[in-house]
């Protein structure tokens, strides 16, 4: 494999208009009156769907793709799996925890529907990651969080996945743990009645985790270097963009619980076909520096928008037409002030901490 395909330029963009895409879901769901009318208010409420599998599998990708590298370039070392673990908390936890106290603030004087009024029992689940088995606050506050939550547990459970690979082999273990995802949501399927707590059940990491170790298995494709006439086909500009209209289906069918279902299992699968094309294609438009640093503040982006979309509920242009180009804007200049004042300087002081952890060399 070539050394410049890692990391993958692409694939930040890629992060940028998947945040985008969940800030313009919600802001349909909340601010357009007609967004359950035909095919295209369908199609709106689920580019939020599309969003979340992005991240996860893109997620699970981009872990597993670094542990990779990391294999590739100190074959034989023991992997330094508390350095992941501070990396992991720092990359993820202090934007949380920041969007969460600011959310909780602004909760105490407007709400919508995903800005809710605070209480200490929601507050502290989701500052240590139960929330998302309690009812009542697993989407209280910030609603956005409960996916923040979920990747922590999916972080967690990332060694375990490798401990199966190195001992059972790559496809048996994702096979393995594909099983136990579906049969845990078959499982809370059957023996929940329909409502609030099954819905979140289905929702919870075990429900999620396949999802996630799709990018895994991806992250092995490419790293294996294999250059199948599949997977050159798929990197094709027009093959990908039938890849991304397919990921979409869901939206012509007025059945609730089919297209409940199949953004359940097939988006997945759909999109993880598509992550697999990207990875070798070559989208010059995607590539461009704007892309990529929206891709860079995406983090921010998805942990604010709901914030930012309270201000458009009090305060109205008039018409969605104008007001949603502002959210937007808003939005990434709010994604911008979560990174550059949260994110960054977590990162920095971690990149500090492994500059200084190395052994100095003796000069010439």
């Known amino acids: 494999m070539r050394e410049e ?4 330029p692409v694939f930040d963009s890629l992060r940028g208009i998947a945040s985008l895409a969940v800030a313009v879901s919600h802001f349909a769901q909340q601010q357009i009156a007609f967004c359950n009318v035909g095919i295209f208010g369908r199609w ?3 580019l939020g769907a599309w ?13 597993h793709g ?10 034989g070392a023991r992997y330094n799996w508390m350095g992941y673990l501070r990396r992991r908390f720092l990359r993820i936890y202090p934007g949380m925890f920041v969007a969460l106290v600011l959310s909780a603030i602004v909760g105490l004087f407007w709400t919508t529907g995903l800005i809710r009024n605070p209480n200490w029992r929601g507050f502290f689940g ?13 989407y209280g506050i910030n609603a956005v969080l409960w996916s923040t939550i979920v990747e922590c547990y999916f972080y967690l459970l990332y060694p375990v996945v490798v401990f199966g690979m190195s001992r059972f082999g790559c496809k048996r273990t994702l096979l393995t743990v594909t099983a136990l995802s ?11 009645p329909a409502g609030d707590l099954r819905l979140m059940w289905q929702m919870t990491f075990p429900a999620l985790w396949w999802k996630w170790c799709l990018g895994v298995g991806l992250a092995e494709l490419h790293f294996a270097d294999s250059q199948s006439p599949t997977r050159s086909l798929l990197s094709r500009p027009l093959a990908l963009f039938i890849v991304l209209l397919t990921s979409f289906g869901a939206c012509l069918f007025n059945d609730v619980h089919v297209t409940a279902n199949l953004l359940r299992f097939l988006l997945p699968i759909v999109v993880a076909v598509g992550v697999h094309g990207l990875s070798t294609a070559r989208i010059q438009w995607l590539e461009t520096s704007l892309c990529r640093w929206i891709g860079r503040v995406s983090y921010s982006i998805y942990l604010f928008h709901p914030i930012v979309l309270v201000g458009f509920s009090v305060i109205s242009l008039g018409s969605w037409w104008w007001d949603l180009p502002l959210f937007l804007f808003v939005a990434i200049a709010a994604g911008a002030a979560g990174y550059y004042l ?8 971690m990149a500090a901490k492994r500059i200084a952890a190395q052994p100095m060399k003796a000069c010439p």
Request: glycine share 4%; net charge negative.
């Open 51 to 63: 969003g979340v599998t992005v991240f996860f599998v893109l997620s699970g990708f981009c872990i």
């Open 66 to 75: 670094a542990y990779l590298q990391d294999r590739k370039i100190k074959p």
């Open 126 to 138: 989701h500052l240590f990651l139960f929330s998302n088995f309690d009812t009542e606050n697993c």
């Open 5 to 8: 395909q890692w990391p993958i």
């Open 182 to 192: 579906w049969g845990y949501f078959l499982f809370v399927t059957v023996n929940t």
């Open 342 to 349: 949260v994110e960054a300087p977590a990162m920095s002081s």
């Open 44 to 46: 709106l409420p689920q």
